[in-house]
T-cell receptor, first 113, second 114 residues
Framework: AQKITQTQPGMFVQEKEAVTLDCTYD???????LFWYKQPSSGEMIFLIY??????QNATEGRYSLNFQKARKSANLVISASQLGDSAMYFC??????????FGPGTSLSVIP | DAGVIQSPRHEVTEMGQEVTLRCKPI?????LFWYRQTMMRGLELLIY????????DSGMPEDRFSAKMPNASFSTLKIQPSEPRDSAVYFC????????????FGSGTRLTVV
């Protein structure tokens, strides 16, 4: 069965520090994609970063990078130089072979000034 | 581009009433997805369409839920009759290719059934 696990319900980070949000996944598909979304308190879902299963290099988008370890089935999100505006829920997601995207339970990140 | 447009933003209804949620996807996007978000269950995929055709409705919780996409620019999610446990935020998302890359979510509809 395809599944996303995020084991950190809540995380705290000091402003300007880096933080890693964990994500592990389970799939038997040879080809898949992994995503991270941000959901601030206002409720909208914001796409952050994408990693394809065959991509050789880890994805980066500005202060966001995805630490992809295929053998370990992990796709951790690294946020560098945290800002107060980074306080939000973060969801790891995976696209399946049937074009569906399933989401993990989310991690609540709080950035402390 | 106006993005994915959902209406209404908030809906409060009494148990037993019919509720209709609406979604306008991004023009040119062939895929449309309906999700439900609750504290207990997180984000659940309810149903998705490709070129207006329902492809997978296995996430629809009960027969009280139905979804239609009569054309490429409009979809509805209907709950009849509504129950308090249907209270949630319902998101619509659209995508060009079906996968999550380029997924765009609407702002969601917060449904409260009293």
């Amino acid at each position: 069965a395809q599944k996303i696990t995020q084991t950190q319900p809540g995380m705290f980070v000091q402003e300007k520090e880096a933080v890693t949000l964990d994500c592990t996944y389970d799939t038997s598909d040879p080809s898949y994609g992994l995503f991270w979304y941000k959901q601030p308190s206002s409720g909208e879902m914001i796409f952050l970063i994408y990693q394809g299963s065959y991509d050789q290099q880890n994805a980066t988008e500005g202060r966001y990078s995805l630490n992809f370890q295929k053998a370990r089935k992990s796709a951790n999100l690294v946020i560098s130089a945290s800002q107060l505006g980074d306080s939000a829920m973060y969801f790891c997601a995976m696209e399946t072979s049937y074009d569906k995207v399933i989401f993990g339970p989310g991690t609540s990140l709080s950035v402390i000034p | 581009d106006a993005g994915v447009i959902q209406s209404p933003r908030h809906e409060v209804t009494e148990m037993g009433q019919e509720v209709t949620l609406r979604c306008k996807p991004i023009s040119g996007h062939d895929y449309l997805f309906w999700y439900r978000q609750t504290m207990m269950r997180g984000l659940e995929l309810l149903i998705y369409f490709n070129n207006n055709v329902p492809i997978d409705d296995s996430g629809m919780p009960e027969d009280r839920f139905s979804a239609k996409m009569p054309n490429a620019s409009f979809s509805t999610l209907k709950i009849q009759p509504s129950e308090p446990r249907d209270s949630a935020v319902y998101f619509c998302a659209s995508s060009l290719t079906g996968g999550g890359y380029g997924y765009t979510f609407g702002s969601g509809t917060r449904l409260t059934v009293v």
